[in-house]
C-alpha cells in the first residue's frame, strides 16, 4: 500500500491558505497511512489546523530562512522532509512556491511528478485537463515517489476538531544562499483586482469600450461601474482577450486591466463559486475560461451570443452599462 506525505509551506502568520487545507482534505480522504510535513517560519497556527487528521507523523522544518519563497531554501526543505517520511506518494497544493520548488525536489529523488491536478481517487488516481482545458484524463503512475500539485477550488478545505499536532524537526543543510529579500511591493488593496479566493468572478468584455446608444463611448463611466462593483462585493475580475489587449496597447479604455486578468483559452482557468459576465460574446475562445465556475450569468444585448446557447445559466438581455448602475445603487 501507499504512504502518503502531505507537504505544504505556512503563511506568513505560520498558518495554512485555504488551498493548503483542501490539498490535506484530499490527501487525508485517500484511506492510506498519512503523514504531514510543513515549513516555514513559524508553525503556530497550522499545527493546530492539522492536529485532527489522523497522521502518522508530523514532520516539519522551521526558521527565518524559510519565511520568504526561495527556490534554495524550498527545495533543500521539501527534499529533507520527503526522504525522512519515506512516503511513496506526496500531496501538495499548486501555489507559487510548490510550483517552483517541487519539480526540483521530484527529480532529485528520481520520482515523477503531475501538475495542475484536479482530482484525486483512490488507488491513487489522479484528474487533470489538457489542451486548453478541452480534454480531461485520469491517470495513475507506477513509478514512486510520484508527486501531486493539486489545484485549489477542487476539493473541501480540511476541517477537524482543533488540537496541538507535536512535530519532529527534520535538519536541513541548506546551500550558501544567494538570493536576499529585502522586502514585498504590493498594489494597495483598493488596486487588487484579482483574487482567486472571492465567491464571485466579474468579467469584463470589449463591449464595455464600444459606442453605446448615444453613437459615443464611455469608458471614464465604465472604469467607475466596474470598480464600484469590485469595491463594494471584493469579487475578483477577468477579462476577455479582446478587452485586455486594448489595455495593452496602451488605449485609454480601462487602464486597470492588464494580462493578468485574462480569462480563457490563452489565459487563466478560475474556480469561482458563481461568475457574471458582461459585455463578452461567450465564445468557446473565452468559456474555456469559466469551464470550472459553478454557476455561470451573463449580461449581453444579443439574444444570440454565445451564452445563450447553453453556456450560461442566467443571460440577461440588457445594456450592461444600465445592469450595472441599478446593481451598483441596490448594493
Known sequence: MDTILFLAFTESDGSLAKAALEALGAAASLGAPLSVGLVGASLASASRQVAGCSAARFLSVTGEEF????YSTDAAAAEAIARAAEATVVIAPASVRTNRAVPGVAHRLAGAIDTHVTALAEGPSVTRWYYRQRMEAVLT????????????GCHAPFAAASGEAVFETVSVTLPPLRTTVTGVRSPQS???????DAP???VAGAGWTKKQADGQTHPREAEELI??????????LGGSKSLVDLSGEGEAVLPFMTHLNQIGQTGATPRHPKGLSTCCHGEEPHVVGWRFITERRAVNLDPNCGWSRGKADVLYVADAFEV???LNALL
Open 200 to 202: 464571485l468572478l466579474f
Open 227 to 236: 470598480l464600484g462593483f469590485l469595491h463594494k462585493t471584493q469579487a475578483s
Open 67 to 70: 519565511a520568504q519563497s526561495r
Open 141 to 152: 503512475r507506477t513509478g514512486r515517489p510520484w508527486f501531486i500539485l493539486l489545484e485549489s
Open 190 to 196: 483598493g488596486e487588487q483586482t484579482i483574487r482567486p
Open 324 to 326: 450595472m448602475r441599478k
